[in-house]
């Protein structure tokens, strides 16, 4: 790849807070609510237009798996958020599967982080980081006026891609041992579904599938996808699918994240003419809207203290410094066409199930990032495996570690900001007093 040379310059300093978090998905929301809510002067930064990453800007149709079956393991940001939710769409919360209403989702957050005090910024990419030493002093945004800083006392990556991390030097990994990565897809939002009469024609849902693999092993379905997840409802004639899956890209590599857009929505026309076509209830629905933000399901997994592993996961491990627990199944969407490949995840997903009450827990140490003092990484990007990654990367999964480093980062900001300084035991306090679950 060839250089050019860009002319060192001063950038000016846009805000400072003390707590700087990266990426407004559930861990950036979960990071920066509790950190505003020990007293911290907190600033989110997002690239896209609106807060909640794949459950609005991604037209993600749910958020899934808060319990273990027994216990409230997404306690916290995760509930309060379903909770408002549903009494906004005005139905029961379902803590197994709540379906979501993208647009009423973004006021749920904007309303959250504003009673909050949190200061955010949209439509503000991160550029680069600027370090000193192995401390973080600011991250660079991209804005209308050029490069700017944005600088504080403890940063926390919450961007999904590890961006704020890689950036700053930490290693990480990618994929599996031949760096391929799970699918990417481009949910879809249709309108004009008449729901009255798809339930009184099928057997739910998930029946839509078993259709959908006849269809693939007849020759006659508009793709061979054998992994269907599906389209669920979140209004009176309105509804979001996470359907079909973009084979074979690097969702770091700027020319595969172009073709994913273009052939994402490709593949929303083709599956919306099979639903069209054989699904009572849909014969004068239409495409409204795809996402305006791939749902990425891997990049990058950061080094950080302790790599969380499947072995803790089959284990149902614990830690001393615990800072909460999950339980979603290992659940490793395909990386190409092949059949058999696509065939396994879902049986995977429902081998790999733990039993009710069972949960794994997460280590503080995985979200301290190698070569740095004072930056945490939440959601996907924790330090773990492959196999835990699938797990955890899941909206309430994200909420979950996404609080820890809140709270995390509020206590580290009396210790100048050295996160590896936070006592376990003080920050299990702190997490349990805003409401966390740990066992």
Excluded at 41 to 49: C, F, L, N, R, S
Excluded at 195 to 204: D, L, V, Y
Excluded at 390 to 398: A, D, L, Q, T, Y
Aim: include cysteine; glycine fraction near 10%.
């Amino acid at each position: 790849m060839s250089t050019v040379h860009v002319p060192s310059k001063d950038i000016p300093v846009l805000y400072h807070a003390d707590i700087v978090v990266c990426g407004a998905g559930p861990a950036g929301i979960g990071a920066a609510v509790f950190a505003a809510r020990s007293g911290k002067k907190v600033v989110i930064i997002e690239a896209a237009g609106c807060l909640g990453g794949m459950g609005t800007a991604g037209l993600v149709p749910a958020i899934i798996h808060m319990t273990d079956g027994v216990n409230m393991l997404a306690k916290g940001v995760c509930v309060e958020t379903v909770d408002e939710l549903a009494r906004r769409m005005n139905i029961k919360p379902n803590y197994g599967w709540h379906d979501v209403q993208p647009e009423l989702l973004k006021r749920v957050y904007d309303d959250m982080v504003a009673a909050a005090g949190i200061k955010v910024y949209l439509g503000m990419p991160i550029a680069d980081v600027i370090k000193d030493g192995e401390r973080v002093t600011g991250v660079v945004v991209s804005t209308k006026h050029g490069l700017k800083a944005v600088t504080g006392s403890v940063f926390i990556d919450a961007t999904g891609d590890a961006n704020v991390a890689a950036f700053a030097g930490v290693p990480f990994e990618v994929g599996d041992e031949k760096g391929r990565t799970m699918s990417p897809s481009l949910c879809v939002q249709y309108a004009g579904v008449d729901w009255e009469k798809f339930r009184a024609n099928s057997n739910g849902v998930w029946s839509v599938g078993t259709i959908w693999k006849k269809l693939v092993d007849e020759g006659k379905a508009p793709m061979k996808e054998y992994h269907f997840v599906g389209f669920f409802k979140n209004g009176n004639s309105i509804g979001s699918g996470n359907l079909g899956h973009i084979y074979g890209i690097n969702c770091l590599n700027e020319d595969d994240i172009t073709f994913g857009y273009t052939e994402g929505r490709k593949i929303a026309e083709k599956i919306h003419g099979f639903y069209r076509d054989n699904i009572p209830g849909f014969e004068k629905s239409e495409i409204v809207n795809t996402a305006s933000v791939l749902s990425v399901r891997e990049t990058r997994r950061i080094a950080g203290e302790y790599k969380l592993c499947f072995n803790d996961y089959t284990s149902r491990a614990s830690f001393e410094d615990e800072v909460g627990r999950f339980a979603y199944p290992i659940d490793i969407h395909s990386s190409s066409t092949d059949s058999d490949e696509q065939k396994e995840v879902e049986k995977r997903l429902h081998s790999s199930a733990l039993a009710k009450g069972e949960s794994y827990g997460i280590p503080y140490r995985a979200l301290i990032a190698k070569n740095t003092s004072n930056l945490l990484v939440a959601g996907r990007s924790i330090s773990c495996d492959r196999e835990i990654q699938s797990s955890i990367r899941v909206m309430p999964g994200c909420f979950v570690t996404g609080q820890a480093a809140g709270a995390a980062a509020s206590i580290a900001t009396e210790k100048n900001g050295a996160v590896r300084s936070v006592p376990a035991a003080r920050l299990q306090e702190t997490l349990r007093s805003l409401g966390a679950y740990l066992k």
